[in-house]
């Protein structure tokens, strides 16, 4: 079976703050997907980020970084200089590769980020 | 569309009543899902529909809940005889890949439900 955990569930900062949030996956598949989602107050999860299991470099966009360690089995996502518009619930997700039951995401519980002015 | 489609956006039904949710994938994605968003609970996976293959009903809670996708197009979740349980944002997501995990989901707004 897979399994997100998204141990913090609410982070307040105050803008201009660097804040990392942390998750960590469960999986015994060796070829699988990772990714972030963020989810506004207006509801709808924008997609932020896709990993595949091979593929351990940190990447970077923007104000954006993500971690990806296997030997953790964790996925970090950092947001530097934090914004009031980064304020949204970010879920992390894991697929397997191939189809049937383990192709689907699974999602964590996700993570309330609120930036403060 | 240019996006994934979701009506009603709001619904209040009373216990007992049965419910429709309405989803318009982005036209030309073959793959729909649908997961449900309960408070502090995470998306839990519903059903997944992938073209003309028989849908992945492993998520529905009960038999109470079914979901239909006609013409490879939009798809309705039905729910029959609603609980309060059932109260939560049903999303719906459309992808354009094949079969496999790699596939990004693009995600509705979502239909809140509120069973009374």
């Known amino acids: 079976a897979q399994k997100v955990t998204q141990a913090q569930t609410e982070i307040s900062v105050v803008e201009k703050e660097d804040v990392t949030l942390d998750c960590v996956y469960e999986?015994?598949?060796?070829?699988?997907?990772l990714f972030w989602y963020k989810q506004p107050p207006s509801g709808e999860l924008v997609f932020l980020i896709r990993?595949?299991?091979?593929?351990?470099q940190n990447e970077i966009s923007g104000r954006y970084s993500w971690n990806f360690q296997k030997s953790t089995s964790s996925f970090n996502f950092t947001i530097t200089a934090s914004q009031v518009v980064d304020s949204a619930v970010y879920f992390c997700a894991l697929s397997g590769a191939n189809t049937g039951a383990n192709s689907k995401l699974t999602f964590g519980k996700g993570i309330t980020l609120s930036v403060r002015p | 569309g240019a996006g994934v489609s979701q009506s009603p956006s709001n619904k209040v039904t009373e216990k007992g009543k049965d419910v429709e949710l309405r989803c318009d994938p982005i036209s030309g994605h073959t793959a729909l899902y649908w997961y449900r968003q309960s408070l502090g609970q995470g998306l839990e996976f519903l059903i997944y529909?992938?073209?003309?293959?028989?849908?992945?009903k492993s998520g529905l809670p009960s038999d109470r809940f079914s979901a239909e996708r006609t013409g490879g197009s939009v798809s309705t979740l039905t729910i029959q005889r609603t609980q309060q349980e059932d109260s939560a944002v049903y999303l719906c997501?459309?992808?354009?890949?094949?079969?496999?995990?790699?596939?990004?989901?693009?995600f509705g707004a979502g239909s809140r439900l509120t069973v009374l």
């Open positions: 529909f992938q073209g003309n293959s028989a849908p992945d």
């Open positions: 999986t015994r598949d060796t070829t699988y997907y």
């Open positions: 990993r595949n299991s091979f593929d351990e």
């Open positions: 997501a459309s992808s354009s890949g094949g079969v496999g995990g790699a596939n990004v989901l693009t």
